[in-house]
């Protein structure tokens, strides 16, 4: 089945303590991206990568790391969590970079950052 | 700053009838706009694309239309479905790899 999958699905942390969300997609997706939603803001793009080791910043990308060493894997590091990264993040993919083509997302990770 | 802003939060329609969802946005440089549905628990699935060479874009019950000199864009949604009811998420990308979200609109249709 082609799909997005992220991992952990839930995740409750302190303050400073380094952790990783990976995102791995099983379709050859040259492009992936991540995003945060909050209340009242909507979905904003942190990271995206056009290709393997090819990345990008979004929107809101401060306190967030990612890399892109293979195709299908595009995993989300926060190296020193805070309160304020507390959201619901979703990671997607699509074909091809340029926007024409439909983002696949995740089933989205919920991190709470105490 | 948000570029792309959905000033409903939500909105009611009863069955059978037209859901229309609202959205604008500020930069003039976006080429390509995007609605999403979201159900709770899920991702977002993408529902409809338009260019910005068009200003109308059909797809079974769902029409994006866009008017880009009001830089605004709505999704019509007929006859509305109990099973619609979600949150709707406009977006917005020029050159296509970084993305703008509005906040959502929660649509509910009663049956």
């Known amino acids: 089945e082609a799909q997005v999958t992220q991992n952990p699905r839930y995740l409750i942390t302190v303050t400073g303590k380094k952790l990783t969300v990976t995102c791995s997609q099983n379709?050859?997706?040259?492009?992936m991206s991540w995003y945060r939603q909050d209340p009242g803001l909507g979905l904003r793009q942190i990271y995206y990568s056009m290709n393997v080791e090819v990345t990008d910043k979004g929107d809101v990308p401060e306190g967030y790391k990612v890399s892109r060493k293979e195709k299908r894997n595009f995993p989300l590091i926060l190296e020193s969590p805070s309160p304020n990264q507390t959201s619901l993040y979703f990671c997607?993919?699509?074909?091809?970079?340029?926007?024409?083509?439909?983002?696949?997302f995740g089933p989205g990770t919920r991190l709470t950052v105490l | 700053d948000q570029q792309v802003k959905q000033n409903s939060p939500s909105l009611s329609v009863q069955e059978g009838r037209i859901s229309i969802l609202n959205c604008d946005y500020t930069?003039?440089?976006?080429?390509?706009f995007l609605w999403y549905k979201k159900y709770p628990a899920e991702g977002p699935t993408f529902l409809i694309s338009i260019s910005s060479i068009k200003d109308k874009n059909e797809d079974g019950r769902f029409t994006v239309f866009l008017n880009k000199s009001a830089k605004h864009l709505s999704l019509h949604i007929v006859p509305s479905q109990p099973g619609d009811s979600a949150v709707y998420f406009c977006a917005a990308a020029n050159t296509g790899n970084q993305f703008y979200f509005g906040t959502g609109t929660s649509l509910t249709v009663i049956p």
């Open positions: 379709m050859n997706h040259e492009y």
């Open positions: 997607a993919s699509s074909p091809r970079s340029g926007g024409t083509d439909t983002q696949y």
């Open positions: 930069n003039s440089m976006f080429d390509y």
